[in-house]
């Protein structure tokens, strides 16, 4: 971008392989807040302090800022604290996590707690992710969601997606949508891939397109390489010609996808919310969510898309027949679904937040918020 200079860090060394796997990531994190403050120090000698420090928090680099910048105010973005219950650990059977896991989830949070006695104030993008925290650092948490924009997410009744075999698909087919960054139990690919069995023997003219890569973003990997689309490959049994793996797709074509969807699936377990379904609200899809809270926080079930039960199959083949068998119910649905976003969720909306707290640091008019 115009007028932005860069400064890359790197970690300060490479991390030690004998140390405890319990401190593992902890060590790789305070590396990289080491290696932060070293590009800082650079800038410090050629005369650069910043009038304000933003900064993620989850990965260490946030750490020492404050060594070299003392007066800085520091914004935090604060985007999960992680818990052993109640959030994604343990919520999917299939996933399960051991004693060990759990202690290395308890003392990964201590790079989310250096961060909150060091920042100034905190960034959180919703309601859910904010409770997660510590309850005497949730008041110096504020609650911006940077949003999508709207102006390219946008319905188009025209729209048509010609897929890599020739076939043109519009608004007039039966299609069915999932998107993720990665397809992996964390959003639900392994009852989604259940679903899409179920809802192909049901429905013999709908296709189904999924978006997304091999890799693991979230959560474990399966021994020997395997992915989990190969694992779902081998476990269900599906019409290949009408079940489309579109991969990693350019933004254009994915908005192509959501503008041909006919019925969206978005499933996530209690984890950050995707912006991808809010992108798919905004282009106007009917949204079937799963019922966890960072989803509930958005969709109200028959208000502005459907709810069901992450781990149902069944009930996600039904809510998909709901979607064909009342066409004008649901399109008050999809209605509502832009609106939402337009009301709560806009880039326009996130940028003003934003410009609105840098203003009330930069004059002085911060007041601490801890308890």
């Given at each position: 971008?115009?007028?932005?200079?860069?400064?890359?860090?790197?970690?300060?060394?490479?991390?030690?392989?004998?140390?405890?796997?319990?401190?593992?990531?902890?060590?790789?994190?305070?590396?990289?807040?080491?290696?932060?403050?070293?590009?800082?120090?650079?800038?410090?000698?050629?005369?650069?302090?910043?009038?304000?420090?933003?900064?993620?928090?989850?990965?260490?680099?946030?750490?020492?800022?404050?060594?070299?910048?003392?007066?800085?105010?520091?914004?935090?973005?604060?985007?999960?604290?992680?818990?052993?219950?109640?959030?994604?650990?343990?919520?999917?059977?299939?996933?399960?996590?051991?004693?060990?896991?759990?202690?290395?989830?308890?003392?990964?949070?201590?790079?989310?707690?250096?961060?909150?006695?060091?920042?100034?104030?905190?960034?959180?993008?919703?309601?859910?992710?904010?409770?997660?925290?510590?309850?005497?650092?949730?008041?110096?948490?504020?609650?911006?969601?940077?949003?999508?924009?709207?102006?390219?997410?946008?319905?188009?009744?025209?729209?048509?997606?010609?897929?890599?075999?020739?076939?043109?698909?519009?608004?007039?087919?039966?299609?069915?949508?999932?998107?993720?960054?990665?397809?992996?139990?964390?959003?639900?690919?392994?009852?989604?891939?259940?679903?899409?069995?179920?809802?192909?023997?049901?429905?013999?003219?709908?296709?189904?397109?999924?978006?997304?890569?091999?890799?693991?973003?979230?959560?474990?990997?399966?021994?020997?390489?395997?992915?989990?689309?190969?694992?779902?490959?081998?476990?269900?049994?599906?019409?290949?010609?009408?079940?489309?793996?579109?991969?990693?797709?350019?933004?254009?074509?994915?908005?192509?996808?959501?503008?041909?969807?006919?019925?969206?699936?978005?499933?996530?377990?209690?984890?950050?919310?995707?912006?991808?379904?809010?992108?798919?609200?905004?282009?106007?899809?009917?949204?079937?969510?799963?019922?966890?809270?960072?989803?509930?926080?958005?969709?109200?079930?028959?208000?502005?898309?459907?709810l069901v039960s992450f781990f149902s199959p069944t009930a996600i083949a039904d809510a998909?027949?709901?979607?064909?068998?009342?066409?004008?119910?649901?399109?008050?649905?999809?209605?509502?679904?832009?609106?939402?976003?337009?009301?709560?969720?806009?880039?326009?909306?996130?940028?003003?937040?934003y410009k609105a707290l840098l203003a009330e640091i930069v004059s002085g008019r911060l007041?601490?918020?801890?308890?």
């Amino acid at each position: 971008m115009a007028n932005i200079d860069s400064v890359v860090y790197t970690p300060a060394s490479a991390a030690t392989q004998s140390v405890s796997r319990y401190l593992d990531l902890t060590q790789r994190y305070v590396l990289n807040g080491h290696g932060v403050i070293q590009a800082l120090l650079r800038l410090k000698e050629i005369d650069f302090y910043p009038d304000v420090i933003f900064a993620h928090t989850g990965w260490g680099e946030a750490l020492y800022v404050k060594e070299v910048f003392p007066d800085t105010p520091l914004i935090g973005f604060f985007e999960f604290y992680f818990h052993v219950k109640g959030a994604d650990v343990g919520y999917d059977p299939e996933q399960p996590c051991s004693a060990d896991d759990r202690l290395i989830v308890r003392t990964r949070n201590s790079i989310n707690l250096l961060s909150l006695q060091t920042a100034d104030v905190g960034v959180t993008p919703t309601r859910w992710q904010r409770s997660l925290f510590p309850a005497e650092y949730q008041p110096m948490l504020r609650l911006i969601h940077e949003g999508v924009d709207v102006a390219l997410a946008l319905p188009d009744a025209q729209a048509k997606l010609e897929l890599a075999d020739g076939q043109v698909l519009s608004r007039h087919d039966e299609v069915i949508t999932y998107v993720a960054r990665n397809l992996e139990p964390y959003r639900g690919f392994h009852v989604f891939m259940r679903a899409v069995a179920e809802i192909c023997r049901r429905r013999p003219n709908a296709h189904v397109l999924i978006v997304g890569g091999d890799e693991v973003s979230y959560g474990v990997r399966l021994a020997n390489g395997r992915t989990y689309r190969e694992n779902a490959l081998e476990e269900v049994d599906i019409d290949r010609r009408r079940v489309h793996f579109l991969g990693r797709i350019a933004y254009r074509q994915y908005l192509e996808v959501l503008q041909v969807s006919s019925a969206h699936i978005y499933l996530t377990v209690p984890f950050v919310l995707s912006w991808s379904m809010l992108e798919a609200m905004s282009a106007q899809c009917l949204v079937i969510g799963s019922d966890t809270p960072p989803v509930a926080e958005v969709i109200k079930h028959g208000e502005n898309g459907l709810l069901v039960s992450f781990f149902s199959p069944t009930a996600i083949a039904d809510a998909v027949d709901s979607v064909f068998n009342h066409p004008d119910r649901m399109q008050a649905l999809r209605v509502a679904a832009r609106q939402t976003v337009l009301h709560r969720y806009t880039l326009e909306r996130g940028v003003a937040a934003y410009k609105a707290l840098l203003a009330e640091i930069v004059s002085g008019r911060l007041i601490a918020t801890r308890e």
